[in-house]
């Protein structure tokens, strides 16, 4: 089915969207990354505790050891970009094979590799693993070597500074975004702080979650979901870093929804409510196609038509920039479009008058004034054009047009046209409304043009941005998969750290599902605490953001529940799937085999 052009605030949307598009999902993406590696790297060196005290023990010092982790570091950061460079070709194609998809043609080129590119990207990877390495070698080397050689379980996270720093910026962020701070930049500072707090609270939100867990899951689940609960909360360190992935993943989708659905409310409430015809006839080449003007009279012969109106539009340009006209051959205009016109009426325009479009949340002072002369140029001719009303209507399918001319100004303007059948940009037929008058009108318009309803024509005036949309949640979808692996891995790790502790589990009674049991109740608390701050984090974040985007298709900020449901039920579930295996490996070890560990 045809989709209309889409209208200037449709495109000013997809632009802004599509401009920040690759940025996020690069930022998100690379944020999850980091989350996961330092995650492991803190696991991996708490299991490593005994090793490193033996080597402090012999005379190593806490410089060598921290800069030999950072030197595996480096060499799994070089191995990683190298294969991301290798496997890079095929995820550009991907990429423009998923944007040609969703009808958005931007990569339209060769695809060009350059040195640059693959230096910045090996780059980019070491820096970043080392990056992630640096705070779990420096707290892993900082226990003294015999407190180190005692347990090789991870010590318990102190409270610190950091973690009431974090609690200062979130709550001075919520304090500010729910002021309704008046400067955009305090708004949008106080934004990126709401995410800076939540990620460094997260040990903290674990704890509290976790402790408010354990009556739930001990109702539900009995001593398996008690022993879920405690086993969530056991290193706030861990757990928050694994769930924050999920959090930041959650956060940009929900983000991204609210957007989708304020800009989708904004846009269909328009041009949708304006148009009062019930069939839309379009051209069939939507760039440079018209509806042929002798369709004009085949409608005329259509019983059940009532009203016609045909749209021309008029290509001209003032003071240099492109001004657009339009204009419509009808009877009654009213009965097919209502232009919400002040001042004048279409039908009462005369010869070089003109109707002046006057955006509602443009300031007064930058708004055309009846009275004005408007001097616009076709071809190689200037004429004056006096403003004698204004109108608000957004002509549906269509660029924001700056004036509506009268059919006989349209004619001067046009004169240098070819031929006498200048075609119509679209046709509003108003109809009894049933489906025979639909079905005759497309009978009748066989070979000419497109015919639509009403709904289908304004509904697909916003089919850009929900294309934008769809995409960037299919980009997202990619972090989300990296989030969910490094939940899986934290698991992984966390189960072999305690494989001493689960075989004397199962050696006094627990069975192989209660164990399984707990540990997919352990994730799915991990998850749950992920995905709720990352949905309250998102809509926080959404809610200013919106405010200061400058375009016309956004209002007031909408939230789909449906969206958001949804978004947290998949979550929930991802969350707990990521972890089965692991959990199964687990409860499948033998008890004599996992206590030896001890």
Avoid: H
């Amino acid at each position: 089915m045809r989709r209309p052009r889409p209208t200037r605030s449709a495109r000013s949307a997809q632009s802004t969207i599509l401009s920040i598009l690759l940025s996020v999902f690069t930022g998100v993406a690379t944020a999850v990354g980091i989350l996961t590696i330092a995650n492991t790297f803190q696991i991996s060196l708490t299991q490593r505790r005994r090793e490193l005290a033996l080597a402090r023990a012999i005379g190593a010092t806490r410089g060598e050891l921290i800069r030999q982790t950072l030197v595996e570091a480096s060499l799994l950061g070089l191995f990683s970009a190298a294969v991301s460079c290798l496997v890079g070709r095929g995820v550009v194609e991907l990429l423009r094979a998923l944007f040609r998809a969703f009808g958005i043609e931007v990569f339209n080129g060769e695809v060009v590799v350059t040195t640059t590119v693959i230096v910045s990207t090996m780059a980019v990877g070491v820096l970043t693993t080392m990056l992630a390495a640096v705070r779990a070698a420096v707290t892993a080397t900082r226990v003294s070597p015999v407190e180190a050689l005692r347990s090789a379980t991870d010590a318990a996270t102190p409270r610190g500074r950091t973690r009431w720093m974090g609690w200062l910026v979130l709550v001075g962020s919520v304090a500010v975004i729910v002021a309704g701070a008046g400067d955009a930049t305090i708004v949008a500072v106080a934004s990126i702080g709401l995410l800076v707090g939540a990620v460094m609270t997260a040990q903290d939100i674990v704890a509290v979650l976790g402790r408010a867990a354990r009556p739930l899951f001990a109702a539900v689940g009995g001593p398996v979901g008690r022993l879920s609960a405690r086993n969530a909360v056991r290193s706030p360190r861990r757990v928050a870093a694994a769930s924050t992935a999920v959090m930041l993943s959650v956060a940009v989708i929900t983000l991204f929804s609210v957007l989708g659905a304020t800009v989708t409310a904004s846009t269909s409430g328009t041009a949708g409510d304006d148009l009062r015809a019930d069939v839309v006839i379009t051209p069939y080449n939507e760039i440079s196609g018209s509806v042929p003007a002798s369709l004009t009279a085949e409608m005329t012969k259509v019983t059940a038509v009532e009203s016609l109106a045909s749209l021309r539009m008029v290509e001209a340009s003032s003071g240099g920039e492109p001004f657009t006209l339009a204009t419509f051959d009808t009877s009654d205009l009213s009965a097919a479009f209502d232009l919400k016109a002040t001042g004048v009426a279409f039908d009462q325009l005369g010869a070089g008058e003109m109707l002046a479009y006057v955006d509602g949340d443009a300031p007064a002072a930058e708004q055309p004034q009846v009275g004005d002369v408007v001097v616009v140029r076709t071809g190689r001719a200037d004429t004056n054009l006096q403003v004698v009303g204004t109108y608000t209507a957004v002509i549906p399918g269509f660029d924001t047009t700056n004036g509506v001319i009268s059919l006989e100004t349209a004619d001067g303007l046009d004169a240098g046209a070819s031929g006498d059948d200048r075609g119509a940009a679209a046709m509003y037929v108003v109809t009894d409304g049933s489906n025979a008058a639909t079905q005759a009108v497309a009978d009748a318009a066989n070979g000419f043009g497109e015919v639509q309803t009403a709904a289908e024509y304004t509904a697909a005036d916003t089919s850009p941005v929900d294309d934008v949309l769809n995409l960037i949640n299919a980009l997202l979808a990619v972090a989300v998969v990296i989030a969910l692996v490094g939940l899986a891995n934290t698991m992984t790790l966390s189960l072999r750290e305690r494989s001493g502790e689960l075989g004397i589990t199962r050696a006094i009674g627990t069975t192989r599902a209660q164990l399984f049991g707990s540990v997919v109740g352990e994730a799915g608390l991990m998850a749950f605490q992920g995905v709720v701050t990352g949905l309250l984090v998102g809509v926080g974040v959404a809610f200013p953001l919106i405010a200061l985007l400058d375009f016309d298709a956004v209002s007031t900020p909408v939230i789909d529940a449906a969206a958001l449901i949804t978004t947290a039920v998949l979550g929930l579930v991802a969350g707990v799937l990521s972890c089965v295996t692991p959990a199964a490996n687990a409860s499948r070890q033998p008890p004599l085999d996992a206590i030896r560990s001890l």
